[in-house]
């Protein structure tokens, strides 16, 4: 019976990595942080984005390695493998997946949060406390808003659920429309701007890709009604940073909460920090008690597809890296 080194580089409980060695008894655990992921057939990598491309080249290119399928524990990892800039053969040779839904729990209920701050004008409030005022106003409901999903992934199936729930009417925006639970309406992305004026609420899940990079422009965010507001947890880019700075002084949208943003750590100058009607998270919304618990789950579902020969969960696309 042939051995399947597995590296697991990132620090996991001990109940954790004995949980991925009993998928299968051919399971070879490498869990020392000296390990290289080229002494490995699989690998669960939790490097830092910045790092990824060059160690997953090294790792792929290393003479006499034996990878052959590499799972990140970044849901958003296929900016990373295309950044390694791998040849076609090495794609081929090597399985990437990401962990893709892992995070769509804590990012959906921070959407909601964004939502649910700007419905009830949670500016309004904190600036009327902190003046120690009493000052009365109605506020809206969400069972009252149209919520426009931009992505309807994992992360945007959630937060169409949870927007559902609270009586919102929901529509979804994915490449390639088809029945989603929870969302009233799928559309194409060559509809998102016939859309756009529809929305009380847009949230933005998606991935940054050639396609997506810049696709909420000035135009677009135009679209949106003042009233509206914007979530982002997908990435930063896909939206014009300067346009809805614009947009958001002017009152031609009423306030956005984001946790991505086109440079991070968002720079100390930039005017998104000044902003009453902005709610920023530190690219952290994901991040939850959960995580690791979750990653193992998803890791070990997809070690034995692959022991089994069977396709791999959130394998990426080397074509457009999604």
């Known amino acids: 019976m042939s051995r399947v080194p597995v590296a697991v580089a990132l620090e996991l409980e001990p109940e954790l990595l004995a949980r991925i060695a009993a998928v299968d008894e051919r399971i070879e655990l490498l869990d020392d942080a000296s390990t290289s992921l080229a002494d490995a057939e699989v690998a669960l990598v939790g490097t830092p ?108 199936r959630e937060v169409a659920r949870l927007a559902s729930a609270f009586g919102a009417h929901t529509i979804g925006v994915k490449r390639t429309p088809g029945k989603v639970p929870h969302v009233d309406e799928v559309h194409s992305t060559d509809r998102l701007r016939e859309l756009l004026p529809r929305a009380d609420g847009l949230v933005v899940t998606l991935p940054l890709t050639g396609a997506t990079r810049g696709l909420l422009d000035r135009e677009a965010l135009s679209l949106l009604p003042p009233h509206a507001v914007l979530v982002n947890v997908g990435r930063g880019a896909v939206i014009d940073e300067e346009a809805l700075v614009e947009a958001l002084r002017a009152g031609r949208l009423a306030g956005a ?66």
């Open 49 to 156: 984005p910045g790092q990824l491309p060059e160690v997953l080249r090294e790792a792929v290119r290393s003479e006499g390695g034996r990878l052959s399928w590499v799972q990140s524990t970044w849901a958003g990892a296929g900016e990373q493998f295309a950044a390694a800039e791998l040849t076609r053969d090495e794609l081929d040779r090597v399985a990437l997946t990401t962990s893709a839904g892992v995070y769509a729990t804590p990012l959906a209920e921070f959407a909601l949060l964004g939502l649910l701050a700007f419905a009830k004008d949670l500016p309004r409030l904190l600036r009327s406390q902190a003046e120690r005022r009493w000052d009365r106003f109605v506020m809206a409901e969400l069972r009252d808003w149209t919520v426009l999903v931009l992505g309807v992934g994992g992360i945007g």
């Open 257 to 322: 909460a984001l946790d991505v943003f086109a440079v991070e750590p968002l720079p100390a100058e930039s005017p998104l920090w000044e902003l009453p009607n902005v709610l920023i998270a530190p690219h952290a919304a994901g991040q939850s008690v959960h995580d690791d618990e979750r990653l193992v789950e998803l890791f070990c579902d997809n070690l034995r597809r692959y022991l089994r020969r069977e396709p791999l969960m959130n394998r990426v696309d080397p074509e457009h890296y999604y």
